[in-house]
């Protein structure tokens, strides 16, 4: 056998490659299924988050509780003792500690998802796989801090003798809408980081003006009628406000429908665009991290 046969015969034999890589566009480079193919690294990824989070500390996952329960107490005393703000009938802790638990969830997506792509750099620079499993891989480990930290309230509710109506079963409604708001935001700010780190120190501090402008430590009753108007421009003053309804019922909260489906709305579209501007930016992740 000749060399020009023996090539010949190796390139007829040589199998079919099991995936090719080739740049999308438009709406077309949102490729759900190519993420659920990766189901196990996005899992192998959230479950890494979740170890190392709490490894080497002494008090482990009980800083997941400590955290809402210590900030629900500075925001008892700060707004209900000091500026002597009325929650209604139910008490400032309390009012506080369910507020916090849907602006940690919100927080805590947001700024992991933000850096997740800095943080994997050696990994995206070596490999492939969607870059699309990295900021996802962010969720489980925030719904997983949620989860403990709303296990407390089976202990808080009946010690202040509140019990949540049939507005629970939309809890998870609301609690879905703040983690693809989240999300959403998280993508863009991740895909920016890439080629501009200035936005991993800026958010913090963006993050921190959210937080005061949210319904998270006072009612949105205290918000001046006039102001109200540009206040639920803020999709999570009404995510936040129906969610704190949800488990607290009219006294703790009012879920107001047009701000609510506003807010909805808002999320939506927040994650689809997050979803395409990253993507659309991915290209050049390899090359600039």
Known sequence: MTVKTAVTASLGNRRPPLLKIRPRVGVAAINIREVWQFRDLLISLAGRDVRLRYKQTMLGAAWVVLQPLLGAGIFAFVFGAVANLSAGNVPYFIFS???????????TTLSKSSVCLVGNSQLISKIYFPRLVLPLSTVPSALIDFAVA??????????????PGIEILLMPVFLTLIVLLSIGIGLVTAALTVSYRDVQYILPVLTQFLL???????????????????????????????????ILGTDGGQMRLGATLYASAVCVIVFVFGVWAFKAMERRFADII
């Open 150 to 163: 709303a296990a407390m309230l089976i202990i808080l509710l009946p010690l202040y003798h509140l019990h």
């Open 212 to 246: 005061y402008a949210s319904p998270v430590a006072y009612p949105v009753s205290r918000v001046p009628l006039r102001f109200q108007r540009i206040y639920f421009l803020n999709p999570l003053s009404g995510l936040f406000e129906a969610f704190r309804w949800s």
């Open 97 to 107: 500690y369910v507020g916090l638990l849907g602006w940690n969830v919100f927080n």
